[in-house]
């Protein structure tokens, strides 16, 4: 017999769905004990119900968009939906079926009401160290092997009761052993939380109806996305580019996607991408599949949270064994720079078929930043991992967000200046806007960042900055943003300029100085308003010569609008 269903109620359950999901993010956050997850929040939850489907997911990293699911699904695979006991909780991190890097761990509980599976809550967290041959995980890694241990899915509770051999075993296999049990068990208590407060609803509702509403829900998802996949013009978009290296001196990297709209369905082909290369910049097919998803999403029925109706009108094919689905034994640490760079070429690609709700390219990467050593405070290792943010493309009637972090990451952030310099030996100098950085345009790309490093004692230092060869682009004729640099300045003034390097000894005293690029711009530069143009000069965007040589405003020595001079050199 099947429950009819009312739209008050399903709505009260849909947003109930969604408010546990961000009950257990708060849970994980809040109990975590690295600051990657508590400050910078790299990490994601989700509520699915008892196929693996998702009921609800919280603000989190987008890169994960519908992709715990898949743990799940895949550990059901594998042994059958019957392995699951009331009381489990599974570990795992095996990039070949989460597509990620290894020290993104999946923990996930199946959830049992009135002796009845009616769910999983499942979390993500990225751990500091997971055993790889150099603190973190390294930047020019050949093989997985050299990136961590391994993790199919494994219980590490069993009948509510903590597996001691198996955690015992994940604390000596990190570097940071004491933090990484405090984050896994930050992530128990997230699924604790999801399992209580699903309990929760389904002991007023009930479980007919609880279900009724998943499954309007679901319904109401696919017909929306379906409605506006339909009205996209039926046709063949097509965008490539390059990814810079894949840290162990290739030439770039080809990014290639041919996107098919027909009708109500869409499906994103990625044939002619790299095959699978010998550095660390490939990934499961599971994160691929995730990062077209967010691509989708931005332009798709945006406004409409992700649920398991979502997507349903997606078809994602990859060649197999290349970047975009890599086969053992190839290395996956920098998974998420091709995508990044997937995303954008999605947006540029869906341009003639809809030209209003695309942007232009954003500074794409992730822009990681590594400092490890001794502290001398503590005589205790330390190693301080964090992205830096960019700026991201202008649109058709708006300029691009400056310092904001890149696509994939969502509600990640680089760590407030007071929280770094309290726990590491590194002070923080200078943060601010890098000028110029922002493509040129009609509406000006959004700027990127720059942010000085001074190491207290003698350091390594890793990088992992992407998008020179391809930095962020223009459309309708606005000018590309600036790609990225490091500068790193040794105590003896001598200076490098670096994008890529794995633990670099540096000696106490250097300046590490990164600078993030700048969004495209969109329309040409000489529409844009010289008024604008001066207060982007006021407020460090944009210099003076850049005023006058990019957008064809000529300024007073007060920093006034010369609007004979701009009309003449405009003019000419």
């Given at each position: 017999m099947t429950t009819r269903i009312d739209p008050v109620t399903t709505?009260?359950?849909?947003?109930?769905?969604?408010?546990?999901?961000?009950?257990?993010?708060?849970?994980?956050?809040?109990?975590?004990?690295?600051?990657?997850?508590?400050?910078?929040?790299?990490?994601?939850?989700?509520?699915?119900?008892?196929?693996?489907?998702?009921?609800?997911?919280?603000?989190?990293?987008?890169?994960?968009?519908?992709?715990?699911?898949?743990?799940?699904?895949?550990?059901?695979?594998?042994?059958?939906?019957?392995?699951?006991?009331?009381?489990?909780?599974?570990?795992?991190?095996?990039?070949?079926?989460?597509g990620t890097h290894l020290n993104d761990i999946t923990v996930f509980a199946p959830i049992y009401w009135q002796d009845k599976?009616?769910?999983?809550?499942?979390?993500?967290?990225?751990?500091?160290?997971?055993?790889?041959?150099?603190?973190?995980?390294?930047?020019?890694?050949?093989?997985?092997?050299?990136?961590?241990?391994?993790?199919?899915?494994?219980?590490?509770?069993?009948?509510?009761?903590?597996?001691?051999?198996?955690?015992?075993?994940?604390?000596?296999?990190?570097?940071?052993?004491?933090?990484?049990?405090?984050?896994?068990?930050?992530?128990?208590?997230?699924?604790?939380?999801?399992?209580?407060?699903?309990?929760?609803?389904?002991?007023?509702?009930?479980?007919?109806?609880?279900?009724?509403?998943?499954?309007?829900?679901?319904?109401?998802?696919?017909?929306?996305?379906?409605?506006?996949v339909l009205a996209i013009p039926d046709g063949l978009y097509h965008a490539e580019g390059f990814i810079d290296n894949d840290g162990l001196g290739s030439p770039p990297i080809p990014v290639k996607m041919a996107v098919t709209v027909s009708g109500d369905s869409m499906e994103i082909d990625l044939e002619g991408s790299s095959p699978q290369a010998r550095g660390p910049v490939n990934c499961g097919f599971a994160q691929t599949i995730s990062a077209a998803?967010?691509?989708?999403?931005?332009?798709?029925?945006?406004?409409?949270?992700?649920?398991?109706?979502?997507?349903?009108?997606?078809?994602?094919?990859?060649?197999?064994?290349?970047?975009?689905?890599?086969?053992?034994?190839?290395?996956?640490?920098?998974?998420?720079?091709?995508?990044?760079?997937?995303?954008?070429?999605?947006?540029?690609?869906?341009?003639?078929a809809m030209p209003e709700k695309v942007a232009a390219a954003h500074y794409g990467d992730s822009m990681v930043i590594f400092l490890a050593g001794a502290d001398p405070r503590s005589k205790l290792p330390f190693l301080a991992v964090e992205p830096t943010p960019g700026g991201w493309g202008a649109y058709h009637d708006g300029d691009g967000q400056d310092a904001l972090i890149n696509n994939v990451?969502?509600?990640?952030?680089?760590?407030?200046?007071?929280?770094?310099?309290?726990?590491?030996?590194?002070?923080?100098?200078?943060?601010?806007?890098?000028?110029?950085?922002?493509?040129?345009?009609?509406?000006?790309?959004?700027?990127?960042?720059?942010r000085e490093y001074t190491v207290g004692p003698d350091s390594y230092l890793s990088l992992w900055f992407d998008r020179s060869v391809t930095p962020a682009w223009g459309l309708y004729g606005g000018g590309s943003g600036m790609g990225p640099d490091v500068q790193v300045i040794a105590p003896s003034g001598n200076e490098e300029h670096l994008l890529k390097v794995n633990v670099k000894p540096i000696p106490a005293g250097t300046v590490v100085r990164t600078h993030t690029g700048g969004g495209g711009g969109y329309g040409e530069a000489f529409r844009r308003d010289p008024e604008r143009v001066r207060m982007d000069v006021l407020d460090g965007y944009v210099s003076r010569d850049a005023a006058r040589e990019q957008y064809g405003v000529v300024l007073t020595d007060d920093l006034r609008v010369d609007a004979d001079g701009t009309a003449v050199l405009r003019a000419q």
């Open positions: 709505e009260i359950i849909r947003n109930a769905f969604i408010s546990i999901a961000q009950d257990m993010n708060a849970t994980l956050i809040r109990s975590a004990y690295s600051p990657i997850i508590y400050e910078g929040k790299d990490c994601s939850v989700a509520l699915l119900d008892n196929h693996g489907n998702v009921l609800g997911q919280s603000l989190g990293l987008p890169l994960f968009l519908g992709n715990l699911q898949v743990c799940v699904q895949l550990t059901a695979e594998l042994y059958g939906w019957d392995y699951f006991r009331p009381g489990d909780v599974l570990l795992m991190n095996d990039s070949y079926m989460t599976l009616v769910g999983f809550s499942a979390s993500r967290a990225h751990w500091l160290d997971v055993g790889a041959k150099d603190a973190g995980g390294p930047m020019d890694s050949s093989e997985i092997y050299q990136e961590g241990m391994r993790w199919p899915p494994t219980r590490i509770y069993e009948n509510d009761k903590p597996r001691e051999d198996i955690i015992e075993l994940l604390r000596r296999n990190g570097r940071f052993g004491f933090l990484a049990i405090g984050d896994m068990n930050a992530q128990v208590a997230a699924g604790r939380t999801g399992e209580g407060r699903y309990r929760g609803i389904l002991d007023r509702f009930g479980y007919d109806t609880v279900m009724a509403a998943r499954d309007e829900i679901f319904r109401q998802s696919e017909v929306l996305e379906r409605e506006a998803r967010v691509a989708f999403k931005l332009l798709v029925n945006p406004g409409r949270s992700v649920d398991g109706g979502t997507f349903k009108t997606l078809t994602i094919k990859a060649p197999e064994s290349s970047i975009f689905r890599a086969q053992e034994p190839a290395a996956c640490q920098w998974y998420f720079t091709p995508l990044g760079l997937l995303i954008d070429l999605f947006v540029t690609a869906m341009t003639p990451n969502g509600a990640f952030k680089d760590l407030p200046i007071e929280v770094y310099e309290s726990k590491f030996p590194v002070m923080i100098h200078n943060y601010r806007i890098r000028t110029d950085s922002g493509g040129a345009g009609e509406y000006r790309g959004g700027c990127g960042l720059v």
